[in-house]
């Protein structure tokens, strides 16, 4: 097969990390060709997607006493060619979000791909879909308590009835900007006005689950089965689990409220698209849907002696032979 990757500039990638590279490298083992590419790349030509792609081998990290030992001058680029991304058999979208108006148009180009020819991970009208904190709204047996609202009188009665609860912005990250706040906190009205852009931006308050303590579950889904997972700990006095901001990985099981979750998500993912997403479960309770670019697959594999890129390029293999 011939692969393309939409990501971000290579050379800032951290190989012993990053999710895409994961994939990138099980591709070029199980002998599929691997180019590379970046969205600003995109282009449109009479009704068509093409883009700058260049050629690129990698030396892949090896596990060595339980960490990644990266190589030095870990990857090489071959040669680059001006190219329809239909010549490729899939396109994998892994541009790290927040989701802009350059990435949407992005997708808008990308959604000129024949699905006859090439498969898109995940599908352009998806990622435009599935915002990663709303998604999960239209799943409410499996959700926390939820509120989404820039109003401030909704969110503090909300407050006021759950006692403690999670602000998020709906374009964030990693845990940038997220707001653990209590009944009573002196601060509420700036909070509030600081989190809506005063009233003109909605967030997400979510009822705060206690078992937070006990870890951010990441679990990887796989055309609408979970396939691994890892749990993130909040360390020190954070109250957030993500490893962008110092959460601590261990191994976790999947467990049957993991599948229960992945089965009540999987029919509307397939509908959407969306093959390749990473949820967050707390206390069995699904708090996010990553879709733009889920990350955990270096962790799930060192922790536990797996490859799941390459179980993702397998499954690929059987879907475009059809």
């Known amino acids: 097969m011939k692969l393309a990757f939409i990501v971000d500039p290579i050379d800032k990638l951290d190989p012993g990390h990053d999710t895409s590279v994961a994939i990138m490298e099980a591709a070029q083992i199980l002998g599929h060709e691997v180019w590379i590419t970046e969205a600003h790349q995109l282009t449109a030509i009479d009704g068509k997607a093409w883009a700058n792609l260049l050629?690129?081998?990698?030396?892949?990290?090896?596990?060595?006493?339980?960490?990644?030992?990266?190589?030095?001058?870990?990857?090489?680029?071959?040669?680059?060619?001006?190219?329809?991304?239909?010549?490729?058999?899939?396109?994998?979208?892994?541009?790290?979000?927040?989701?802009?108006?350059?990435?949407?148009?992005?997708?808008?180009?990308?959604?000129?791909?024949?699905?006859?020819?090439?498969?898109?991970?995940?599908?352009?009208?998806?990622?435009?879909t599935a915002n990663?904190?709303?998604?999960?709204?239209?799943?409410?047996?499996?959700?926390?308590?939820?509120?989404?609202?820039?109003?401030?009188?909704?969110?503090?009665?909300?407050?006021?009835?759950?006692?403690?609860?999670?602000?998020?912005?709906?374009?964030?990250?990693?845990?940038?900007?997220?707001?653990?706040?209590?009944?009573?906190?002196?601060?509420?009205?700036?909070?509030?006005?600081?989190?809506?852009?005063?009233?003109?931006?909605?967030?997400?308050?979510?009822?705060?689950?206690?078992?937070?303590?006990?870890?951010?579950?990441?679990?990887?889904?796989?055309?609408?089965?979970?396939?691994?997972?890892?749990?993130?700990?909040?360390?020190?006095?954070?109250?957030?689990?993500?490893?962008?901001?110092?959460g601590r990985v261990a191994p976790v099981e999947i467990t049957d409220r993991d599948r229960e979750i992945c089965a009540v998500l999987a029919p509307q993912l397939k509908v959407d698209g969306l093959y390749f997403v990473g949820i967050d479960v707390i206390g069995g309770y699904l708090t996010e849907v990553n879709v733009t670019s889920p990350t955990g697959i270096r962790e799930i594999d060192r922790l536990n002696n797996v490859s799941l890129g390459k179980e993702v390029i397998q499954w690929l293999q059987k879907f475009v032979s059809g």
């Open 55 to 128: 050629s690129v081998r990698l030396k892949p990290v090896e596990l060595v006493e339980g960490r990644w030992q990266i190589i030095e001058n870990w990857y090489q680029i071959d040669h680059g060619v001006f190219a329809p991304l239909e010549e490729m058999d899939a396109v994998f979208m892994r541009t790290d979000p927040p989701v802009t108006i350059p990435y949407l148009y992005a997708t808008y180009i990308l959604d000129l791909i024949d699905p006859t020819k090439t498969l898109v991970i995940n599908s352009p009208r998806g990622l435009r």
């Open 132 to 246: 990663e904190k709303m998604y999960a709204l239209q799943f409410p047996s499996v959700i926390p308590h939820t509120l989404v609202s820039q109003d401030k009188s909704v969110i503090r009665k909300f407050v006021e009835e759950k006692q403690a609860v999670i602000l998020k912005p709906l374009g964030g990250k990693a845990g940038e900007g997220i707001l653990f706040l209590q009944v009573g906190d002196r601060n509420f009205n700036s909070l509030i006005e600081i989190s809506t852009r005063w009233g003109q931006e909605p967030v997400m308050v979510q009822e705060f689950l206690p078992a937070a303590k006990e870890g951010d579950k990441r679990v990887i889904v796989l055309d609408g089965e979970s396939i691994g997972a890892v749990n993130r700990i909040p360390t020190g006095n954070e109250f957030r689990g993500n490893m962008a901001v110092g």
